[in-house]
């Protein structure tokens, strides 16, 4: 898509030797076997793309602070009992999920409405364009996180636990890989990852991320050189003025640490490989 780079068979069945075990994304064999779909312009023609957001961040993000909300549905998916707020018709946005988590540990796993928010901070600071926005919102005196409600589009489990196969599909992941260790987020799995019809990967459910452990969550082979490039420009300086609020300052250690085990990673996979098989350009 747009000048990316075709991926052969083989390199794709390399790419995506990633499963769904207990529920979670790991490195082993599963989606290889996706139905090819083809990602360029001639495919894109007609198919709407749910990042509807984009251009748009600042309007959307002010009006999921304060839009009237009208009814509340549940969410029959999701561990954290999220809910669907309908809001009042006319703005931007036609409802947000809301989630009401306060920072702490539930069934094993650190959890927080604040770590959503800091998803969606980190995914504006590295331009990755996957994450929708998220504010905190108050809702009977409760805070939590609303986070625009995105559609039309599938999740890789209704689909069968497969993801379209093709240059652009390859960029979302090896994006979502790199993310997924940057933020320290253990709980990657085929309910929260959405696909539009224009074969866009969305990225939600962030609040078991920015954990303090410094142990890379997903295997990777390949990084893309645009997202490699921001994240390691990124200061600590900058991150913890925008994140220590939010998830603290041993996360954002934790977060440093793990990008230095990436740029260990990256350095044996292109000693090994090769540059250009490792670092791929836009």
Request: aromatic letters at 6%; hydrophobic letters at 45%.
């Amino acid at each position: 898509m747009h000048g990316r780079r075709v991926v052969n068979a083989v390199t794709m069945r390399a790419l995506l030797k990633i499963s769904i075990a207990a529920g979670v994304l790991l490195a082993f064999p599963a989606w290889h076997d996706a139905p090819v779909r083809a990602q360029g312009p001639a495919a894109a023609r007609g198919a709407a793309s749910a990042k509807t957001w984009l251009g748009h961040n600042a309007e959307i993000e002010a009006y999921l602070r304060s839009a009237e909300i009208e009814r509340f549905d549940d969410i029959s998916v999701g561990v954290t009992r999220p809910k669907r707020a309908h809001l009042k018709p006319g703005g931007p946005v036609e409802s947000l999920v809301w989630k009401r988590l306060p920072p702490g540990r539930r069934g094993g796993h650190w959890e927080s409405y604040k770590s959503e928010i800091a998803a969606y901070e980190v995914d504006k600071m590295l331009a990755t364009n996957m994450v929708p926005p998220v504010v905190e919102r108050e809702v009977d005196g409760d805070p939590g996180a609303a986070v625009m409600w995105i559609g039309p589009t599938r999740t890789v489990k209704e689909m069968g636990g497969k993801l379209p196969i093709g240059a652009g599909a390859a960029h979302d992941i090896r994006k979502m890989l790199m993310f997924d260790n940057f933020i320290g987020n253990p709980d990657r799995n085929a309910g929260n990852i959405l696909v539009d019809s224009a074969g866009n990967i969305i990225l939600i459910d962030h609040s078991r991320a920015f954990i303090d452990k410094t142990e890379l969550p997903s295997k990777f082979e390949r990084v893309d050189q645009t997202l490699w490039t921001a994240i390691r420009e990124l200061t600590p300086e900058a991150l913890r003025e925008r994140l220590e609020p939010l998830v603290g300052g041993r996360a954002i250690d934790a977060m440093l640490e793990r990008r230095s085990r990436m740029q260990s990673a990256v350095d044996a996979l292109v000693a090994k490989k090769g540059r250009s098989l490792v670092i791929i350009p836009d």
